[in-house]
């Protein structure tokens, strides 16, 4: 099987611009999540779709959205973005009822 | 929240060393997994822990989960420069979302 693909892979883009991620899981994978990692917080979770649905949320603030697509495809968008939302932002899928995540090879971002 | 707690944040070891990384949660856990992230790359799964005390092997990998489900630690014995890299431990709680531990980063010196 296919692994998680993200695309792109680098953005680099301007304080106040906003940016779109997007995330292919698995195939047979339903559930997707989307985790920010920086040098400073390290992996920190943003938010979990399962069936269109989100179903969990980290502690991020609104500018971070997301969604999910009939066919699992999710994206993520952030606006506004600030200096600190440089990162490299990770998609994970994996069959709900496990545990096991599946990580993509992310998307690194550059906020200028 | 839950938290979760991972030491040492560096590690530096000769090849043929062992390396230990351990994980502290707050609060009990019903699982643990762990995570290898090479360097520029990404998080691959490594193995879950669910039950009391286990203890599972994989090949020089030895994982522990605590008897009260709130801690954990890897053990690698006689470390190759093929096992540098960064050690997550992700603790499952009450919700799904996993909460990731600091990592810590290997290095091993030839």
Known sequence: ?112 | GQQVMQIPQYQHVQEGEDFTTYCNSSTTLSNIQWYKQRPGGHPVFLIQLVKSGEVKKQKRLTFQFGEAKKNSSLHITATQTTDVGTYFCAGGGSARQLTFGSGTQLTVLP
């Open chain 1, 1 to 112: 099987k296919a692994g998680v693909t993200q695309t792109p892979r680098y953005l680099i883009k301007t304080r106040g611009q906003q940016v779109t991620l997007s995330c292919s899981p698995i195939s047979g994978h339903r559930s997707v999540s989307w985790y920010q990692q920086t040098p400073g917080q390290g992996l920190q979770f943003l938010f979990e779709y399962f069936s269109e649905t989100q179903r969990n949320k980290g502690n991020f603030p609104g500018r971070f959205s997301g969604r999910q697509f009939s066919n699992s495809r999710s994206e993520m968008n952030v606006s506004t973005l600030e200096l600190g939302d440089s990162a490299l932002y990770l998609c994970a899928s994996y069959l709900w009822g496990t545990d096991t995540q599946y990580f993509g090879p992310g998307t690194r971002l550059t906020v200028l």
